[in-house]
């Protein structure tokens, strides 16, 4: 069994530099349900699954809850929670020489499952012209704190598995949507095409999407999409390739 497990690690290992360049493709699935309470307030529960490695492994899933303020036409508050359970993907650490080349390897940690809490807010500003464009600016403020866990990690150095504790992690982003729509009145379809930026004192990904919302009836809308993540600046541990998203939500409202 340990002899299995290491030769796939040699595997993994030797074809880690070939994965960090590529992309990959992966499936979102969510389910949403929002209650109207009045003609400003509303409130929502959302359960969402994704996977990567072209759709091969499930990379997270998550349920939150949601509130909406309708300030008027032109502006919305909202603030919300989600709880996410990740599959975090598995990560090699070097040894360097003098110089900064590589020495070797140093620790290997297997991909684990550990749970994320995340907050949010935000404002949105919308603006519909004549010829049924709608144009919305979405700025949203999330906080998503990771809590400590055990994880088991191989040594290369002594040739051994060891326990290691993952320490507790907190970030503060900015994401700022831009958003363009074709929202006619009774119509079955509305096309919408927006880009996202994630901030953390520099940009660490921009989501391109493109997708159109379908009215199956009055309770029921349905949401198709394609989204291509770009990653820029983000830290070892929250290492993502570019990932190219096919989407499909199921909206219900009541």
Not at 130 to 155: C, F, H, K, M
């Amino acid at each position: 069994m340990e002899r299995n497990r290491l030769s796939t690690l040699l595997v993994m290992l030797a074809m880690s530099t070939v994965v960090l360049a590529q992309s990959e493709g992966g499936l979102i699935v969510s389910l949403e349900a929002e209650k109207k309470i009045d003609r400003q307030w509303s409130v929502g529960v959302e359960a969402d699954l994704r996977s990567r490695n072209d759709f091969k492994t499930i990379d997270r899933w998550g349920v939150g809850v949601n509130a909406d303020f309708k300030f008027n036409k032109y502006l919305k508050l909202s603030a919300g929670y989600i709880l996410l359970d990740n599959n975090f993907r598995e990560s090699v650490s070097y040894n360097y020489n003098s110089d900064g080349s590589v020495k070797g390897y140093n620790n290997w940690c297997p991909s684990y499952w550990g749970v994320r809490h995340r907050f949010n807010a935000s404002v949105t500003g919308t603006y519909k012209f004549g010829n049924n464009i709608r144009l919305s600016l979405r700025e949203r403020w999330q906080y998503t704190y990771r809590p400590t866990a055990n994880v088991e990690r191989w040594d290369f150095d002594n040739s051994q598995w060891e326990d290691k504790t993952r320490g507790e992690k907190g970030k503060n982003q900015l994401r700022s949507r831009l958003q363009v729509e074709y929202d006619k009145k009774r119509a079955r379809l509305t096309p919408y095409a927006n880009v996202e930026l994630y901030h953390a004192w520099a940009i660490e990904k921009i989501r391109y999407t493109i997708g159109t919302e379908m009215g199956l009836n009055k309770q029921f809308s349905l949401n198709v999409y394609y989204r291509f993540q770009d990653m820029k600046n983000v830290d070892w541990d929250d290492y993502d390739p570019d990932m190219h998203y096919l989407g499909l939500s199921l909206k219900y409202k009541f």
